[in-house]
């Protein structure tokens, strides 16, 4: 089987490289990948929101799979492209249609999907341009901190958590008037919810799931959480406080009630469901939902995961999900994120990377990575994902944060203390 990978990150890199151990997988194509994705398969410098380049890759190439990373080209509706194309309609893409991906499309969305089946979350209104005196009116009384997220997809800025009245209803001012541009037509107004967060992922065929290694993905730049939020300085799986019990009623509670939501309002949904969750008094609620796996946590995730994913895959395009086992490792995976100086800011791009061969007990997912002949160099701000999976959870973060302490490239910064917080955990 010809498969075809969309994307670029340490999502996609993680993919390629369980992806192409499967004896089903004959070529493997990363689009348009880094400088890592070429170990595992060809990279081919295309857009996967230039659905026209990739019908021109499938035929050309004889693709029997398409794989979608991201979640743009699905909100987008490259999965409905394909559909719509007698040559395309009979290749499965493993990601929802557009009436899906708006899970995470649009949060006003989702939050009335949550309410309509009685899914755990946080309270909430939503306003607009139209409503904004109602919106400011609201804000003024509303308890601290007020929580304002873009309804659409803003690249992981939309979301801002805010500890004053008048602040949060200049911030509505500003994010209505094109602050996120389109994103921000449409603004959700939330109450904040205390706890501990993490992240569940299920894989569906529409009518049956298979539930994914949840983990924990670290959001901000500095030490014990401190500074700027990021697109994820790291992640661990098993999370240490998502007991079983805890995980049954995730999948009593929200899992099972999304799944058969999605059936009752008629959306054939196919593909990966990220569960981005709260635990609050022992208690999940759903925090967001997105319509495909997270960067960092699938490299934490995939690792664990000792059944044939190509074979995952076809079974969810052929919906007998329900005929195949899917079998978990009980080994604990860490990952370590290596990123450019100055992210989230201003960053710069170009930095010859040296030592990642001297990497030991860990497997390099390259993230923002570019080859420039022989020499592998930065091209991102999120650089390069360092993943150790070991027998025990304090091993995993040893190996990872020893490992990325090897590579180096000018500017160089990572996360020394990820995951021990939750290592030092009495429950742990």
């Not at 040893?398 to 429950?427: H, M, N």
Request: charged share 25%; glycine share 10%; aromatic share 8%.
């Amino acid at each position: 089987m010809n498969i075809l990978i969309l994307g670029s990150g340490g999502r996609e890199s993680a993919f390629a490289w369980k992806m192409s151990q499967s004896e089903a997988c004959t070529s493997l194509f990363i689009a348009p990948g880094n400088a890592g994705t070429s170990a595992y398969g060809k990279n081919v410098p295309l857009n996967p929101n230039d659905f026209a380049a990739v019908k021109a890759l499938v035929l050309k190439e004889n693709i029997q799979m398409v794989v979608v990373g991201p979640e743009e080209p699905l909100v987008s509706g490259i999965h409905d492209y394909f559909l719509s194309d007698a040559s395309l309609a009979n290749i499965p893409v493993i990601g929802p249609k557009k009436e899906g991906a708006i899970l995470e499309g649009s949060k006003d969305f989702s939050k009335q999907f949550m309410v309509r089946h009685g899914i755990p979350t946080a309270g909430s209104r939503t306003f607009t341009a139209a409503t904004l005196e109602e919106g400011l009116t609201y804000l003024e009384h509303h308890a601290t901190p007020i929580v304002l997220k873009a309804d659409g997809l803003a690249a992981g800025k939309g979301v801002l958590i805010l500890d004053n009245n008048a602040e949060a209803q200049e911030e509505l001012k500003l994010m209505l008037s094109g602050k996120f541009g389109d994103a921000g037509s449409t603004v959700v107004v939330e109450e904040f919810l205390s706890g501990i967060e993490l992240s569940v992922f299920v894989l569906t065929d529409g009518d049956h799931y298979v539930i994914l290694p949840e983990a924990k993905d670290y959001k901000r730049i500095g030490a014990g959480d401190s500074g700027l939020n990021t697109g994820g300085m790291g992640s661990v799986s098993p999370v240490p406080f998502a007991t079983p019990e805890f995980l049954k009623e995730v999948e009593q509670d929200i899992i099972k009630p999304t799944i058969e939501g999605l059936k009752k309002d008629g959306i054939d949904y196919t593909g990966f469901i990220f569960f981005g969750l709260i635990k609050v008094d022992e208690k999940p609620y759903v925090i967001e939902y997105n319509c495909r796996m997270g960067d960092p946590e699938t490299e934490s995730v995939i690792p664990r995961i000792d059944s044939d994913l190509v074979e995952l895959f076809k079974a969810t395009a052929e919906k007998r999900l329900n005929e195949v086992e899917l079998k978990i490792s009980d080994k604990s995976a860490a990952t370590i994120m290596i990123v450019a100086g100055g992210y989230p800011g201003h960053y710069e791009k170009g930095k010859a990377i040296s030592g990642i061969e001297n990497i030991r007990k860990s497997i390099a997912f390259h993230a923002g990575t570019i080859a420039d002949g022989a020499q592998v160099k930065s091209n991102g701000g999120r650089v390069i994902a360092i993943t150790s999976l070991q027998d025990t959870f304090f091993d995993a973060l040893q190996s990872a944060t020893a490992d990325a302490a090897r590579i180096y490239f000018d500017g160089k910064y990572f996360r020394e203390d990820i995951g021990f917080d939750l290592a030092y955990d009495p429950k742990a």
